[in-house]
């Protein structure tokens, strides 16, 4: 079909011209510019996706493959073989503004790794002794808060536990708070003191077990090598069976071995001796009223009939929690009642926010710049849904290369914290997926946010 000028429309496999300019999608090619039979159309803007249109994806021109087809999924997986990465070249074709973009996500990523890192670390130094006891149920005081604040209740209910069926053993522990002197630079520090029976093992600690006889002597105690502070030199002296002496509460005490738990942010580090000198320490403790009582019960008793049991059997002023419980217990006072908690949880939500804004910030400048480049495409036939897909595929660009780096860097990050505060800051699979899977929503939120304009884009409004 031919008309007056230089265009022409072809139907099936020939072209409609309109002046000098050529957009082709599949077996069709489009031109845009003058002709002496249509008003005056201004030249749009070189487009930087045009040399690419002849490569996208083909208009509907027959009928698709049924839901039944067999070869529906080999179609599908060739349709997207053969598309053209629109996302990807749009990001690439501005190369500052991708790089500041990865930045920034990063970023947030980096801020997201740091506080749930820190969080982990909250909760992991401060649950590490209580994975290490050698227990499978525990008696604490209802007015307990956590392992350094246990208030004390009477020896009498471990007695009356060893009366259940069912249980082996019930022993008490002592666990105090005190600053004490460092034996190396004797500046006072905030240093944990736990007292027990030496003759009953309650530690799955190997040092600790071999060194039980030491215990046993007059203020003798065992110092944790990983506590928080400057202990090298009076460590070397140790290992060499030096003597190493230090006070607590105007009482010396001899440091006769160590052993290995690491800081928290309970208290710089642990000591740990028997309970006779943790009495003589703390001559106000009554030896009558334990801060925590371990249960261990005989084989093929489970734990959590034995609560029951246990619950029943003894009088309201004790608590009965299984080892999942103690842990959790220590947990949820941190994340509950203490503002450092919620300061880690806010962190990453903040870390959260500043990504999303960071995307949304990129996503919208783009849409924006192109916005013509996608009402040509309205025009041509393509519908919201293809167009919003393009935006989205970008977003998930940035979430996936951002990540990169924004992994990469919390790496050193966790090694300096580590050595410089002893608390036990890893990198975790679980963590490395959660901060993707967080980033992946930061960017299809912020996607989803800058495509508003997109689809109120009218190609009669652009040209």
Not at 367 to 373: P, T
Not at 414 to 433: E, S
Request: glycine content about 8%; overall charge neutral.
């Amino acid at each position: 079909m031919k008309f007056k000028g230089n265009w022409e429309l072809g139907i099936g496999h020939g072209a409609l011209g309109i002046g000098h300019w050529a957009l082709g999608i599949g077996h069709w090619a489009l031109g845009i510019g003058y002709s002496p039979c249509l008003p005056h159309l201004p030249h749009p803007p070189l487009l930087p996706l045009l040399p690419l249109l002849p490569h996208l994806p083909h208009l509907p021109h027959s009928p698709l493959p049924t839901p039944h087809s067999p070869l529906l999924l080999m179609k599908l997986i060739e349709q997207l073989r053969r598309r053209t990465p629109l996302g990807w070249l749009q990001l690439s074709h501005e190369k500052g503004r991708l790089l500041v973009a990865l930045s920034g996500i990063a970023f947030a990523d980096v801020l997201m790794f740091m506080q749930l890192g820190f969080q982990t670390a909250l909760f992991e130094s401060n649950t590490i002794l209580h994975r290490s006891m050698q227990a499978d149920m525990f008696v604490i005081s209802p007015q307990a808060r956590n392992l350094a604040n246990m208030s004390s209740f009477t020896r009498r209910r471990l007695y009356q536990a060893m009366d259940v069926p069912g249980v082996k053993s019930a022993e008490g522990m002592y666990i105090n708070i005190v600053d004490w002197k460092n034996p190396q630079t004797h500046q006072k520090t905030t240093i944990l003191v736990m007292g027990f029976n030496p003759d009953q093992q309650v530690f799955n600690l190997a040092d600790v077990n071999r060194q039980i006889d030491a215990l046993k002597l007059p203020d003798t105690v065992l110092f944790d090598r990983a506590s928080r502070g400057d202990y090298n030199d009076a460590i070397a002296q140790i290992e060499q069976g030096k003597t190493v002496t230090t006070e607590i509460e105007r009482r010396t005490i001899t440091i006769s071995g160590l052993f290995s738990v690491g800081a928290s942010f309970i208290a710089d580090g642990t000591l740990i001796t028997n309970d006779q000198n943790f009495l003589r320490l703390f001559p106000r403790r009554e030896a009558s009223g334990v801060s925590l009582g371990l249960i261990q019960l005989q084989p093929g008793y489970d734990p959590e009939q034995m609560k029951t049991t246990l619950e029943a059997y003894l009088d309201d002023d004790v608590k009965v929690l299984t080892k999942a419980e103690f842990i959790e217990f220590e947990i949820n006072y941190w994340k509950t009642n203490t503002a450092i908690g919620f300061i880690f949880s806010l962190g990453v939500a903040m870390g959260f926010m500043v990504g999303v804004i960071i995307v949304y910030q990129v996503l919208s400048t783009d849409v924006n710049s192109h916005i013509k480049e996608y009402a040509t495409f309205k025009a041509m036939g393509y519908d919201n849904l293809y167009l919003l897909g393009v935006v989205f595929e970008e977003a998930i660009i940035l979430a996936v290369l951002g990540f990169i780096p924004g992994a990469i860097a919390p790496l050193g990050l966790y090694h300096l914290t580590r050595n410089a505060t002893n608390l036990p800051l890893y990198m975790t699979v679980a963590r490395a997926m959660t901060v993707l899977t967080l980033t992946i929503i930061m960017c299809v939120i912020s996607g989803a946010i800058a495509t508003r304009k997109l689809q109120s884009a009218d190609p009669a409004d652009m040209f």
